[in-house]
């Protein structure tokens, strides 16, 4: 029963390149939700996605990022362009419908390293 | 909107003491409260969370919390602290946008 599953674990860009992060969710599960976080701070909600839908995405930067979660595969978090900031460890969680009560399954992440 | 506050950047304890990791919480409707930790280089995982019912609620690894609807806290508890307890702990609310976390190091 394999939990959510993120890859690569490290992926490293330089500056300008794209990064492209994916998640997959818990079996069964639908819904899949991005954080990143910086180092030596807090986990910043970036996206909420169900199948084919964005729920929730007023933590994206508004430009270079997008998610995905397709109908069949596994969710993608995109950033374009990437520059020396967008170096993080982002981590993706999955629920099943109704979160406020489950609560989340967490990826053990993947750090991206823009050089 | 529904948020989450842990006061503390950091706590510090000795191995054997009681420790307590505090959240405070700010959400309309019924609460529901959850308690992650974070291990170096690794993801969160779930200790505990709050629905309804006891006010104290019993999790992994020996931690507890105790939600107190007066005073809006979920404080995290556990009787006698262990060094592989050094983590950064996570408090979350109803929509899961968590709090900034608190760095506990427990010292033998």
């Known amino acids: 029963n394999a939990g959510v599953m993120q890859n690569p674990r490290h992926l490293v860009r330089r500056r300008g390149q794209e990064a492209r992060l994916r998640c997959s969710p818990v079996?069964?599960?639908?819904?899949v939700y991005w954080y990143r976080q910086l180092p030596e701070e807090g986990l910043k909600f970036m996206v909420y996605l169900q199948k084919e839908n964005i729920i929730d995405e007023s933590g994206m930067p508004k430009e270079r990022f997008s998610a995905e979660f397709p109908k069949e595969g596994p969710s993608i978090l995109r950033i374009q362009q990437v520059v020396r900031g967008d170096s993080a460890a982002y981590f993706c969680a999955s629920s099943p419908p109704g979160r406020t009560v489950h609560g989340y399954t967490f990826g053990s992440g993947t750090r991206l390293t823009v050089v | 909107a529904q948020s989450v506050a842990q006061p503390e950047d950091q706590v510090n304890v000795a191995e054997g003491n009681p420790l307590t990791v505090k959240c405070t919480y700010s959400v309309s409707g019924n609460p529901y409260l959850f308690w992650y930790v974070q291990y170096p280089n690794r993801g969160l995982q779930f200790l505990l969370k709050y629905i309804t019912g006891d006010n104290l609620v019993k999790g992994s690894y020996g931690f507890e919390a105790e939600f107190n609807k007066s005073q809006t806290s979920f404080h995290l508890k556990k009787p006698s602290a262990l060094v592989s307890d050094s983590a950064l702990y996570f408090c979350a609310a109803n929509d899961m946008r968590f709090g900034a976390g608190t760095r506990l190091t427990v010292k033998p």
């Open positions: 079996k069964g599960h639908s819904h």
